[in-house]
């Protein structure tokens, strides 16, 4: 009898056990390879092609893999229901990528508006623009949305919906297009107590102005002492939030609108600090601006599932978790303002069906819960600082800035400061900010040198915009003089700043465009009379420039559109040029 090794194949068939051959990824058939490898993300097939030549190769050769790279990177999602190739979907994604680089829409489309303009909002491509009239002493509301299309189909119209007369006395509307939700907000006085009001948050359809399936209330309601004013909306997933201010105290409501339960109830005393303004970071996270005792950026958490506090049976406020300072000014000025901007959070929910018109004019959607909208989402602080203009009468100015900041880097600072420790000395006098004030608030608290410089991108900005939305994604758009096509003197015109800065772009010739307008280098704005040291900031972008005829009282940006707003001798907005990329 022949001897076996103990180990070979034939031995081990004896004793009843197969060999396992190691798998061999590269050994599948193209077809199967290419099956498998599009189960990866954009980002994990970027990194393949950095393995091997052979998985290098195999990926640039498969379209469908291209594709699903190309759509990664840029954030979208297909909703052609396959009515076009892969090849085709290549192509359109990679013109509309040139497009905004270069500043040359796909088409342009021209929308007349009347009447007045009581509310507006853009998300998703849908602009809602809200009107009052009257009949006789009687005031009704009216809300029209205009869904653009991209600019893929020349022929595509704007499509228009009205609903008139809502029901409700409008202070401001939100939407999410993708949850078919409309939020209408109304603030009314309470007559048996003169100081107090209520504020009602009606939760509708876009679609048909009717009760949202998924409201388990039709309305929310919450009594307030005094009225509430300058009042935004926000909307993230399940959460509807109204900030205002209630005489000089800002004010901030939160519901889970799905099970109609109040969140939040804070009242922000003015004797702690002046708030200024608020915006949402995640589900569970939002961020004040403050103006004092040092201008700063609060990040907050609050309870998804509060336990109510007894008395008066409201939710637990929210706990501060990281106070980011902003570069510290002379003791002899202030911070007149700082506020905060950013595109909105959109939500897809497998049992709504979203707002019909954006499927019907688009071919892409912009994925908001995609790596690459995550990363690429942007937050613009506005900020002006305090100036006594020389000569007589004293005349105080505010000089303005504007700072970009990532909503991904607030998130991280606010996670690894919940779990830091600063036994070190060194360590915290690098992390934590002098001052009893902010010791006895017990909040970790960033140094403006601490993480400004790397993580933020300062500019002196004269041009500060007068119509929000000016900020989607990772894109800010605003007006101003820009330089002429010939190189000779400036034109007016408008310039977008994409903080979106791939550095691995290989493609020649685009790449050498691109890599004209990227801004690596450091941003310094002197210290003069206004801030205690020259601020430094470096966060890259691009930056683009485009010469317009028009003179546009202000800009709007969104995923696949820049628009223009013109508005007639008495203020109203009357018309709206769309660049369609």
Not at 71 to 82: A, N, Q, S, V, W
């Amino acid at each position: 009898m022949p001897h076996c090794a103990p180990n070979s194949a034939s031995g081990l068939r004896r004793r009843g056990v197969y060999a396992v051959q190691p798998f061999r990824l590269l050994s599948l058939p193209q077809e199967l390879l290419t099956l498998v490898l599009a189960h990866l993300d954009h980002i994990a097939l970027t990194k393949c092609l950095q393995t091997c030549s052979q998985l290098r190769d195999h990926i640039r050769s498969s379209m469908l893999l291209q594709c699903r790279i190309a759509l990664g990177k840029e954030g979208l999602i297909d909703i052609t229901d396959g009515s076009l190739s892969t090849a085709d979907m290549v192509e359109r994604v990679s013109r509309r990528r040139h497009n905004w680089a270069m500043l040359t829409p796909a088409r342009m489309l021209t929308l007349l508006l009347e009447g007045d303009c009581r509310a507006y909002e853009l998300v998703g491509g849908i602009f809602g623009k809200a009107t009052m009239s009257f009949e006789g002493r009687v005031a009704s509301h009216h809300l029209d949305f205009y869904t653009f299309p991209d600019g893929t189909d020349p022929s595509a119209k704007v499509h228009v919906l009205t609903h008139n007369n809502l029901g409700v006395s409008l202070r401001d509307f939100a939407i999410d297009p993708y949850q078919d939700l409309l939020v209408l907000v109304e603030t009314e006085q309470i007559t048996a107590t003169p100081e107090s009001f209520m504020v009602t948050v009606n939760l509708r359809t876009m679609s048909g102005n009717a009760q949202h399936a998924l409201a388990k209330l039709p309305a929310l309601e919450q009594s307030i002492q005094g009225r509430m004013n300058a009042l935004t909306i926000h909307v993230l997933d399940d959460i509807v939030a109204c900030f205002g201010w209630i005489h000089t105290n800002p004010h901030l409501l939160m519901w889970n609108w799905h099970q109609g339960r109040l969140l939040v109830s804070f009242a922000l005393d003015i004797s702690l600090g002046g708030f200024d303004d608020f915006t949402m970071l995640s589900s569970d996270m939002f961020m004040l601006t403050r103006l004092t005792p040092l201008p700063s950026l609060e990040i907050y958490r609050f309870q998804r599932d509060p336990i109510p506090r007894e008395p008066p049976n409201l939710p637990p406020n929210p706990t501060a978790v990281l106070s980011l300072l902003l570069p510290p000014h002379r003791a002899d000025t202030s911070y007149l303002y700082v506020g905060t901007h950013t595109g909105p959070f959109l939500t897809r929910r497998p049992d709504v069906a979203p707002f019909p018109p954006t499927r019907r004019c688009q071919t892409f959607e912009y994925d908001y819960d995609s790596a690459c909208a995550r990363r690429n989402r942007l937050h613009v602080i506005s900020i002006a600082v305090r100036q006594a203009l020389p000569g007589p009468g004293g005349v105080i100015v505010g000089v303005p800035f504007t700072m970009f900041v990532h909503n991904e880097y607030l998130l991280r600072a606010a996670s690894q400061a919940r779990g830091r420790s600063y036994a070190d000395p060194e360590d915290a006098s690098r992390f934590f900010a002098p001052g009893p004030a902010l010791y006895s608030r017990g909040v970790p608290t960033l140094q403006w040198s601490a993480w400004g410089p790397e993580h933020t991108r300062v500019l002196a900005d004269p041009h500060q915009p007068q119509w929000l939305r000016y900020v989607h994604g990772a894109r800010f758009v605003r007006g101003g003089d820009v330089p002429h096509e010939s190189g000779v003197g400036t034109r007016n015109g408008f310039v977008v700043l994409d903080f979106d800065v791939d550095f691995s772009e290989h493609k020649p010739g685009f790449a050498q465009y691109l890599q004209k307008k990227l801004v690596k280098e450091e941003s310094v704005i002197p210290a003069g009379d206004l801030f205690a040291n020259d601020v430094v900031s470096s966060l890259p972008y691009r930056e683009s420039p485009r010469c317009v005829a028009e003179s546009y009282s202000g800009y709007m940006v969104d995923e696949e559109r820049i628009l223009g707003l013109v508005t007639d001798t008495n203020a109203n907005l009357s018309r709206i040029d769309a660049m369609l990329f």
